[in-house]
């Protein structure tokens, strides 16, 4: 279950304003045994992004793969990226999608 560290949502004090908290959409059993950090959002991949996320196997379950393809949001905690894929605002982070290209 997801949470079954007692880090879900479930053992965490309701967000301000009643917001819904938001936990990773990744298929990695650590990632869903831990299920929510409180200092820390998932981030939001941006349809530029969903491809190359898509791409990785064993990452989302099939269930996930479906309805991001249908359309369906897709968030990830920042570990699941490189450092250099991050960029850091305002205490959260975001995916850099202007990235240059490889030089060796």
Not at 1 to 27: I, M, T
Not at 37 to 59: H, M, W
């Amino acid at each position: 279950d997801r949470g079954s560290n007692l880090h879900g949502p479930e053992f965490v004090r309701g967000g301000r304003g009643g917001r819904k908290y938001r936990v990773c959409d990744c298929n990695q059993s650590a990632c869903f045994a831990a299920g929510y950090f409180p200092n820390q959002e998932p981030i939001y991949i941006r349809k530029a992004g969903v491809d190359t996320v898509l791409s990785q196997t064993g990452l989302l379950s099939l269930e996930t793969r479906a309805k991001v393809k249908s359309g369906g949001e897709l968030y990830l905690y920042p570990w699941h990226f490189f450092s250099q894929h991050l960029i850091k605002e305002n205490g959260t982070y975001k995916l850099n999608l202007q990235l240059s290209t490889y030089k060796d």
